[in-house]
């Protein structure tokens, strides 16, 4: 086989551990998953219901524009119908960028430690890219505008960032965007946009007139708790939009996924909901580490990166064998912290007590 040469130093994506594995290798009744930002919550009640109750024409194909959701979508965020794009989760939509604009004469920017999918796509298109390593958990946006060169076709910025959970301030990211020539992509990575509470925030969504070269990518998958169902969206001008769907697939998005993130759509009130029970836990753990001594990032989003103690690693296999997943650092490239999801109060209580247990082991 022919294979392009950069598969040879690449491996496929390491999902985290399962409960049912966990279950079953510890001997344990009870896991709890805090490794994956997925929402401790679940989903609006009102999606249950309705799998329940609908019957959807499974053999038709589905609905490659996906009206519905496209007009409550764009009426939610006041933009135009041709500024959305779908993707099978917000994974695909990296894909279709980096698919859209990087070839072996390209280059793209991005941060490190970040989201992996930004160089994972730029690798497998041959581009060069510059990883622009974080100061204090946040973007070093002087240096990725020092980065740029004439080949430079995306800049990618992960606002919050995972896996630090820091926010861009709004002046900073504004005097960024002024000092990029229009002529390169910068993809806004808002993921965890719904938890955010920094009063100081403001929507990007806001920029859009403004900046004609940006496209913020959000996700059902992670405050709306579908992240089964692999729905994510990019918004841009209608001329980036359009470019990229030549690259989409016609029925990236099935049917039933479709409908059911039409229906969380109406439950503004859980997404409310579950933003403010997660800054209640994400304090908790801020309190958990400042009584330890412990180096936590600054987060606004539903999961914090603490420092442990030892290996992270061994860490978070200590925790595991407690029943909590958790994420270590040296996967994620922050060595000597594991990434926790913010789980429910419950959740985070025995989590607190699996982990002094960890500072009793090391001291
Ligand atoms: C989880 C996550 C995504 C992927 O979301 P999907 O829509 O499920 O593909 C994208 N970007 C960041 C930063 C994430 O943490």
Redesign the pocket.
Known sequence: MQWKQVLSEMNPYKPGRSTEEVKKRYGLNEVVKLAS?ENPYGCPSTVAEFLRSSLMPYEIYPDGHATTLREKLAEKHGVSEESILFGN????I?TIISRALLDENKHTIMPTPT?P?YAHNAKIEGANFTEVPLVNGQHDLSAHLAAITDKTAVMWI?NPN?PTGNLIPHAELLDFLQKVPKSILVVL?E??FEYVTDPAHVDSLTLLDKFPNIIV?R????AYGL?SF???YGIGSSEIISQLNKIRNPFNNNTLAVAVATKALEDDAFIYQCRDRNEVQRNRYKDFASKNGLHMFDSETNFVLIEVPGDADEAAEFLLKQGYIVRSGNALGTPGYIRITAGTDEQNSGLFEAFEQLLLENR
């Open positions: 930002n989760g917000s994974d695909e990296i989201f999918q992960c995972n990575d993921a965890y990518l996700t059902f998958s992670k992240a692999r729905i994510g």
